[in-house]
């Protein structure tokens, strides 16, 4: 990796240090019945008990980190809920004002959170463009800095930390990765993935639902490819396009997108929630989705380590893909009887 795409693993390294006592190094979780699912040995990395519920924070408080720093009083963010969140947790850590642009329709555990953490929120259409042309707005009005969730290099660095945990981890238990996969949004928690394995020979997978498939396509293409985002039930991995900067930091060192449907990230879900005995969001569980789809690696076991980027889910959501397993079951019993 050159410093033409602006980020090299020593920026990984460097947030992991600086971050170092200020974000959880949240556990490493592994189950029997995932690795055999899997044909492989699945490391989870627990990101949805970071604090604010996703790996996020780390990207966030990074990012924010500096901007104080430099002397910033406020700042502006926008995303489907998880960065928002986040970016208004680190304000409120570094004593900064926030306000952060979610959809109409963002989910209700997201908007609280970031309201408890004292930010002003926005809600502006249901679009990232129609966020960022908002979040712009407001920026021209206050000078408050935007904080992109993923077209920015202090956050794709912290978000690059919790796979370099994970692979520091890894090598520690005695069982380095062969493999890691992410899922993706906007770009920004791959593409710092693949700034934390350069060098290593871990192949980097990301995940993305089918119909949000920006990054596959434009790696397909060869250039960035808008999307228009079909529904799904991983509601942080829908923007319309794949940022700038992760694409440029991606398109040379992925070694492919895995795409996977709601069906395949509600079983994922489950799989997590019963076995792991944790509570991951939709988007978060799209990553052992995507796992579970890799093809086999041969006689060899590999190690394949899953980022959970979030645990901010509805209740009524954790109802109703629970539900709808105990119908498939009362079905299948019905059938075999």
């Not at 850590?93 to 109409?104: D, F, M, R, S």
């Not at 350069?198 to 997978?205: F, K, L, M, P, W």
């Not at 790696?219 to 900067?245: M, N, T």
């Amino acid at each position: 990796m050159t410093r033409t795409v602006g980020q090299v693993r020593a920026d990984v390294e460097e947030a992991s240090r600086w971050l170092a006592g200020r974000v959880v190094r949240t556990p490493v979780l592994r189950s029997a019945v995932i690795d055999e699912r899997a044909g492989a040995r699945v490391l989870l990395k627990a990101e949805n008990l970071q604090d604010g519920g996703s790996y996020k924070m780390r990207g966030a408080l990074r990012a924010v980190g500096r901007l104080a720093a430099a002397g910033h009083t406020g700042v502006i963010a926008q995303s489907t809920g998880n960065h928002a969140v986040a970016v208004a947790l680190a304000a409120r850590q570094h004593g900064l004002a926030a306000t952060v642009v979610l959809p109409v329709d963002a989910a209700s555990t997201k908007v609280d959170r970031a309201r408890a953490a004292g930010a002003r929120v926005v809600f502006a259409g249901t679009t990232v463009d129609e966020r960022v042309a908002v979040a712009n707005g407001l920026s021209d009005e206050s000078g408050h800095p935007v904080v992109d969730a993923y077209d920015h290099p202090d956050v794709i660095a912290g978000q690059g930390t919790a796979s370099l945990e994970l692979i520091e981890d890894a090598e520690r238990a005695g069982t380095p990765l062969d493999v890691l996969v992410v899922p993706v949004g906007g770009g920004g928690g791959v593409a710092g993935a693949s700034l934390a394995a350069a060098g290593s020979g871990i192949e980097v997978y990301g995940v993305e639902p089918v119909g949000c498939d920006s990054l596959a396509r434009s790696l397909a293409a060869g250039v960035r490819v808008p999307v228009a985002p079909a529904p799904s039930i991983a509601d942080g991995l829908r923007p319309s396009c794949v940022g700038e900067l992760p694409f440029a930091i991606v398109r040379d060192t992925l070694r492919g997108v895995v795409r996977v449907d709601d069906d395949e990230i509600a079983a994922a879900f489950r799989l997590i929630l019963t076995e792991l005995k944790v509570l991951a969001e939709p988007s978060g569980a799209a990553g052992l989705a995507g796992a579970l789809r890799l093809p086999p690696a041969g006689d060899r076991q590999r190690t394949v380590g899953v980022v959970l980027t979030g645990g901010n889910v509805e209740a009524a959501l954790v109802a109703r893909l629970m539900a709808s397993r105990s119908a498939d079951r009362a079905a299948e019993e019905g059938a075999a009887a």
